[in-house]
T-cell receptor, first 113, second 115 residues
């Protein structure tokens, strides 16, 4: 069984600053993918970034980047130049060969003006 | 392309009733998954359908069922509703094959309230 853990229930950051959200996971799969999803107050789950576990290079998407440490089973999300629109719940997730997503408990991020 | 759509967006039912939720995937996506989101249990996988067949199932009672049609649209049904079924139900679709075949794209959800 897979497990995903987000140890920071809430975080806040000043606008334009950088923040890092933590995630650890456990899996017995050899081939898996990791994701960060954002859920704003509208409740729409939006894909932020994905990482293929067999790739050592960390994924980046504009202001979003990950620090993927496979041996440590760690997958943190860094948001640079934080914007007010980044305020949301952030979920870390992994999938397995069965295509089922396992989610962490979420981190509520507040960006302050 | 249009995103994943779910109807209805909000639903209020009473205990003992049954409910059907609908999901239309992104055009070309043939896999549809359903998730339940509650404050207490978080996000939990319900089931996945592909080519009109249930491919995976989560740990939910038999009151939760689903189906998929030939156009990939999916419905989920909950019978004999309980108060604990109040939740946001999210549908997600993903392509089969191609670079992003591992990535699920979510709809806006259906908020079900059971009174």
């Amino acid at each position: 069984a897979q497990t995903v853990t987000q140890s920071q229930p809430e975080m806040s950051v000043q606008e334009a600053e950088t923040v890092t959200l933590s995630c650890t996971y456990d899996t017995s799969e050899s081939n898996y993918y990791l994701f960060w999803y954002k859920q704003p107050p509208s409740r729409q789950m939006i894909l932020v970034i994905r990482q293929e576990a067999y790739k050592q290079q960390n994924a980046t998407e504009n202001r979003f980047s990950v620090n993927f440490q496979k041996a440590a089973k760690s997958f943190s999300l860094k948001i640079s130049d934080s914007q007010l629109g980044d305020t949301a719940m952030y979920f870390c997730a992994s999938n397995n060969a069965g295509n089922m997503l396992t989610f962490g408990g979420g981190t509520r991020l507040m960006v302050k003006p | 392309k249009a995103g994943v759509t779910q109807t209805p967006r909000y639903l209020i039912k009473t205990r003992g009733q049954q409910v059907t939720l609908s999901c239309s995937p992104i055009s070309g996506h043939r896999s549809v998954s359903w998730y339940q989101q509650t404050p207490g249990q978080g996000l939990q996988f319900l089931f996945e359908y592909f080519s009109e067949t249930q491919r995976n199932k989560g740990n939910f009672p038999g009151r939760f069922s689903g189906r998929q049609f030939s156009n990939s649209r999916s419905e989920m049904n909950v019978s004999t509703l309980e108060l604990g079924d109040s939740a946001l139900y999210l549908c997600a679709s993903k392509p089969v094959g191609g670079q992003l075949s591992d990535t699920q794209y979510f709809g806006p959800g259906t908020r079900l309230t059971v009174l």
